[in-house]
């Protein structure tokens, strides 16, 4: 039976909820395709992936996801015409005023990978102010890439550890893999069990370069503004039929 007949509430009976991955992380990408497809100017599909951002945040939320990262601008998206950025900070602005709320009371803690000291000033205080609200949430941690590059993280990451030798907090010694995820925006987090890519590309495009080393990657030719509740389900059932061996046998 094709999967597409079935309902939302049927994926999500079939769903195995002891099994869950615990990060999922989402490359939200298709945006300006979608946008084109309808002769339309890119940045309404932005809007329109807006929508969606809000949609699976939710459905993730309500399913018992732990940690949902999303990628939405990455240190390489300032190459853009200034007015597709602007317009891109304009509707994350937008989304923090419409949703904090929200996910305040569903007890979502934002948590930001990136540097967002290159964010415009307004976008910056927003962000800033949605981090502060939810700090002390214990619900889903919600990972937002803005201004985010893996390979960046990795060269602050490295930055952050040599400071601390050089201040004696920590001894080169004790660099091992725990200690090293301790530098990155994910800090404390297990790494994704599950990355999905949509819009057809298959490519991480610098996302999570260090987390990633043994996620599932599930990747889908639907644009991100098309992207619905059913497709996360979808993609937690195939990640359920999969075998992890992590190098084992
Ligand atoms: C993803 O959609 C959003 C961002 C990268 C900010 P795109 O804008 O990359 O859409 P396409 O890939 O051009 O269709
Ligand atoms: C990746 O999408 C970045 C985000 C989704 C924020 P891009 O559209 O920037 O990636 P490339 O350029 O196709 O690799
Ligand atoms: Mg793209």
């Given at each position: 039976m094709d999967k597409k007949e079935y309902t939302v509430e049927e994926l999500k009976n079939k769903i195995d909820r002891s099994r869950l991955p615990k990060h999922v992380a989402i490359i939200m990408d298709g945006n300006g395709r979608w946008a084109s497809k309808r002769f339309l100017p890119r940045n309404f599909g932005h809007q329109e992936g807006m929508e969606r951002v809000i949609e699976i945040v939710g459905a993730a939320?309500?399913?018992?996801?732990?940690?949902?990262?999303?990628?939405a601008f990455s240190t390489e998206n300032w190459k853009r015409p200034l007015d597709e950025i602007q317009g891109l900070m304009k509707i994350l602005v937008q989304y923090i005023r419409r949703e904090l709320d929200k996910l305040h009371r569903n007890n979502v803690k934002i948590n930001i990978m990136g540097d967002i000291?290159?964010?415009?000033?307004?976008?910056?205080?927003?962000?800033?102010?949605?981090?502060?609200?939810?700090?002390?949430?214990?619900?889903?941690?919600l990972n937002i890439g803005l201004n985010y590059g893996g390979r960046d993280e990795i060269i602050t990451g490295i930055k952050n550890i040599l400071k601390d030798v050089e201040?004696?907090?920590?001894?080169i010694d004790d660099i091992d893999e725990n200690t090293f995820k301790s530098y990155l925006y994910t800090?404390?987090?297990?790494?994704?069990?599950?990355?999905?890519?949509?819009?057809?590309?298959?490519?991480?495009?610098?996302?999570?370069?260090y987390q990633v080393a043994y996620t599932e990657f599930w990747f889908s030719d639907i644009l991100w503004p098309d992207f619905t509740?059913?497709?996360?389900?979808?993609?937690?059932?195939?990640?359920?039929k999969r075998n992890r061996r992590f190098g084992g046998i």
């Open positions: 939320s309500n399913l018992g996801i732990k940690h949902l990262s999303l990628y000291n290159k964010l415009p000033e307004l976008a910056k205080n927003e962000v800033e102010r949605a981090v502060k609200t939810t700090c002390k949430n214990t619900g889903m941690i201040m004696g907090k920590i001894s800090c404390d987090q297990p790494d994704p069990d599950l990355l999905i890519r949509p819009s057809g590309e298959l490519r991480l495009s610098n996302f999570m370069l509740e059913k497709h996360l389900l979808l993609s937690i059932l195939d990640y359920q």
